[in-house]
């Protein structure tokens, strides 16, 4: 049975920084893509960042570049999302995902989710 467990949101300020994690289990980690996506309350599920089964192909949303680093560390099986200069636009309840398959430029289409973190970004 596949889990994907996400920690390390909360509550912060405007221009504070959050590192969020997902741990994974039940599955061979190094062969899975992993993502993070976030839903803000009346709006769409929507993609923020993923990388590649290897850490050496990552992506993100426009919104979050160069604020936000996704990473891995395969011998954990784990994966990473580092926050930075955090907005209140930012706020939303974050899912980590996982996908066996995600060609070079195609969407990340996640196969597994986890059951999200909230993080609120207070102005």
């Known amino acids: 049975q596949v889990q994907l467990v996400e920690s390390g949101g909360g509550l912060v300020q405007a221009g504070g920084s959050l590192r969020l994690s997902c741990a994974a289990s039940?599955?061979?980690?190094?062969?899975?893509?992993m993502g993070w996506f976030r839903q803000a309350p009346g709006k769409e599920r929507e993609f923020v960042a993923a990388?590649?089964?290897?850490?050496?192909?990552?992506s993100y949303a426009d919104s979050v570049k160069g604020r936000f680093t996704i990473s891995r560390d395969n011998a954990k099986n784990a994966v990473y999302l580092q926050m930075n200069s955090l907005k209140p636009e930012d706020s939303a309840v974050y899912y980590c995902?996982?996908?066996?398959?995600?060609?070079?430029?195609?969407?990340?289409?996640?196969?597994?989710w986890g059951q999200g973190t909230q993080v609120t970004v207070s102005s």
């Open positions: 990388i590649s089964a290897s850490g050496g192909r990552t």
């Open positions: 995902a996982a996908t066996l398959w995600w060609p070079v430029a195609t969407r990340f289409i996640p196969k597994y």
């Open positions: 039940g599955l061979t980690f190094s062969s899975y893509a």
